[in-house]
């Protein structure tokens, strides 16, 4: 699964389009002079492809053309990319037209429009690419995150630009910017299938493995926590009892079931120190109960004698404000009553009163009658609240008598009877002891079989080490060395085919440095960068890549199958003069150079057609006819990748 590019179209401002088509499986060239746009394709096709930036370079391109779009050969069918160029000021858009079927034909201008949007595509081309679910997790201790491959990782691999194919110190497309390098590092393991297709799902594995471990061993050890190992905490738990003398065997089981069965009998087994305590310690106890009952009624006595001397209080204050009252009421008797007639006179001028004088005479006498009335009964009870007084305090004192004489006999006892203490202590110490052997058997009945549970630990164990041993660093880096060595060979090989420098020793990329090694007898490891000649760059680009890709496709791995170089015979020949075999002042020996380099180009096509595609835009033209029949579009005498007409309209 994955997928190459039939079609590279753009839509200018004036409703047109302009088809380039390519051939999959096959080296497409494109030969043509300077300023024609051949640049550009690599730009047109990445931003076809989700880049977040539109790299194409100002120009013709930006005054006429509106759209861009790609129709690529997927496992599905065919799939149509379109994107709208940015705005002015602005380094992307939004505007992505995505269609698929099993047959496309490519959509007028009028038909394009927003569909989806630029996250939604990226996700799209990587299920056409076959990337599946993938994740690099950095070594313990880096603070980088984790990385998930996608469709903008693989196209590491599938683009030279024309700066990037002459660098000595660049292999890889965008390796210059910061942090692709590392992000290179990261994914190139997935991509070359040094990582299992199925690592993911591996490490969620492990790491659920790994979860259900600590909760079995958690459980195995609240187990062996109650259990003890062996049978060393029911041993521990019957010495004890052969101290405390709850035990009499002198021999303590060797067994666990036999330990339990021992402590069994000692929990079951009656004990008289609580007898002994009750023989001992009946007057203590009698003592303690008659204090409390004293206790009870000296509260009462005090509660009883508080509330009658409330009474009396009352009492006497009522008394007090009566007796005023009626010493004043009382002065009324110097209003004499006539004997003869009833009336009264006035004391001072013996005139006589009326009835009607306010307050009435016979109105006073009746309220002193009944003050005297209410005083009698008050006075007539204070003796008897005061002997009540009197026998409550007395009962105070008595209860108060008995409570000291209680403490006085509780201190003598607890002074006098050490036995009585030491049975106590030891009762304590038993009752103690006892409820340590009773938790301990009370939380056996709910122990499970523990065998069962070990021998799923042991199962989870032995399976997260052969998951470990499979996503351990260590073993990825076992098999990326052996990729690179096979990689070796194809890359040795082509190296003498195009007779490049060192070819005569063993070279490999070296994934750590990102760059190609000649490993020479004489000065060891010798570096891409400080290898001479720009024929060399070029040459040693040219297989690493072919070298990658036939990986890629004997092996299915998911890369999209083409890759795009721009004008790799720069270093022979100047950008304006074509290379027809006739032109005076070409070195013959540059243009065997380009020829096999062009040569090897096909024959890595053919050798692995109909899967792989190559495309490479040049100003070169060969004359050869195997060269002639792998162009498909000459870009001379007016011929560009936008037609002319278009800036005219």
Known sequence: MSFQILDIVIYGFNGERRILSLRPGQLNIITGDSKTGKTALIEIIDYCLGSETCRIYEGIIWKAVEWVGLRLQVEEGQAFVARRLPDKGKKTSFEIYYDLQREIELPEYDALRQTINPQTLKTLL??????????????????RDPLCANIRHALFFSFQQQSEVISNKLLFHTQSEQFIPQAIKDVLPYFLGAVDNDHVAKMTELRDLRRRLRSLERKLAEYESVRGHDASRAQMLLSEAQDIGLYDASIVPDSWEGCIKALQDVQARPSQPEEELARYGRAFERLQQERVILSEELRRI??????????????????????????????????????????????????????????????????????????????????????????????????????????????AIQVSDEKQQAIRDYAARRAYFLGRIGLYLESLPHLEDTSDLKREIEEITHRISILQGELSEDVVQERLE??????????????????????????????????????????GPIPMERMGSG??????????????????????????????????????????????????????????????????????????????????????????????????ERWRGGMKLVPEEWLQD
């Not at 070796?488 to 020793?505: I, P």
């Open 535 to 632: 024929e060399n760059w070029v040459g040693y680009h040219l297989i690493s890549h072919f070298a990658l890709h036939k990986w890629f496709v004997n092996r299915e791995r998911p890369v999209p199958r083409f890759l795009f170089i721009d004008q790799p015979s720069q270093v022979y020949f100047p950008a304006d003069e074509k290379l027809d075999g006739t032109v005076e002042g070409i070195q013959n020996e540059d243009r065997e150079a380009v020829a096999r380099m062009y040569n090897l180009a096909l024959k890595v096509a053919e050798e692995l057609s109909p899967h792989f595609q190559i495309i490479m835009t040049d100003h070169a033209d060969l004359s050869e006819d195997w060269f002639q029949q792998c162009v498909i």
């Open 302 to 411: 005090k509660y009883q004698l508080s509330d009658a001397k409330a009474f009396v209080s009352d009492r006497k204050g009522y008394s007090h404000e009566a007796g005023m009252q009626l010493q004043r009421l009382n002065s009324i008797e110097l209003f004499e009553r006539d004997q003869n007639n009833g009336d009264r006179t006035c004391p001072l001028c013996q005139s006589e009163l009326s009835n009607l004088a306010i307050p009435a005479i016979f109105d006073l006498e009746r309220s002193i009658q009944r003050l005297e009335s209410q005083m009698r009964p008050v006075e007539e009870r204070s003796p008897q609240m005061d002997l009540v007084i009197r026998k409550l305090e007395e009962r105070m004192e008595n209860v108060k008598l008995r409570l000291r004489q209680n403490r006085e006999f509780l201190e």
């Open 482 to 523: 052996s990729i690179m060595s096979l990689l070796s060979r194809d890359m040795s090989t082509w190296a003498q085919v195009l007779g490049l420098e060192h070819s005569q020793y063993p070279l490999r990329l070296d994934i750590k440095q990102l760059t190609v090694v000649a490993d020479t007898e004489e000065d």
């Open 126 to 143: 990587s299920q056409h690419a076959g990337i599946g679910e993938n994740i690099h997790q950095p070594p313990y201790g880096q603070t």
